[in-house]
């Protein structure tokens, strides 16, 4: 059985997945959904094809865009012969699953529920920095969604407590804004802790949305449950699978 998060901020068909339910084995068991991964190509097809029928669409109305932690974001109106290379994706467009792929960054799904203007982004430290968030904005509004309307939800991503970064990157957030320094604190051995969740509500915040929340689901610390790039390395395993959250209207 698949296993969905879901949030009551968006009321369209939607869910962050967890690895249960899924057909693939070893460093990658359950549902992993990376066609970037060494994982065996057909078996990610099917977990795919598994999530679309949890969303109620073909496997080819499942939507996916090549992440390459960018601010880019696609307007999709059908299914793309090809992934574009972006980081997000809006539609208006009834039947189509937005989805993104993560392990450790932020997945991110918008809705605004009055235009029916959905959104996902994949924000990892870098994407949030350079303003994924506030293009997927744009981009819903450029489909006739109101600021004001829109409803973000954070999925399962890397907690503060699990999220050890150097002092080189701390200079980058303080660089960018010196008030940035609230969302670190003092880890061990002279290095800082990250909390990429509360960076990412508060650029969301700021940005206009109605309202934005985090589910509160460490991908680090749940190994049963999540899919994760950080504890993978820590292990030193070859590579990893990847979480995919998903959005249709």
Known sequence: MLELITS???????????????????????????SGSSDQAEIVAINRARVASAMEVEPGALVSVHQV??????????????????????????????????????????????????????????????????ATLDAMVALGAERGRIRAVIGPTISQAAYE????????????DPGNARFFANGRDGRYQFDLPAYGLYRLREAGVAEAEWTRHC??????????????????EADYGRLIAAIRL
Request: hydrophobic share 40%.
């Open 8 to 34: 009551d901020l968006i009321p369209f068909r939607h869910g962050f997945f967890t690895r249960k339910g899924g057909a693939s084995s070893g460093i990658f068991a359950g549902l992993n959904c990376g």
């Open 69 to 134: 932690h960018s601010p880019d974001v696609v307007t999709v109106t059908g299914p793309p012969d090809a992934r574009p290379t972006a980081d997000a994706m809006v539609t208006n467009v009834p039947g189509l699953a937005l989805s993104v792929l993560t392990a450790d960054c932020q997945p991110v799904l918008f809705a605004e529920p009055e235009a029916q203007v959905i959104g996902a982004a994949h924000a990892g430290w870098r994407g949030a920095v350079n303003g994924v968030l506030e």
């Open 165 to 176: 970064v150097s002092e080189e990157f701390l200079q980058t957030f303080l660089t960018e």
């Open 219 to 236: 991908t680090y610390s749940d190994p049963a449950r999540f899919f994760s790039y950080r504890r993978t390395t820590h292990a030193g």
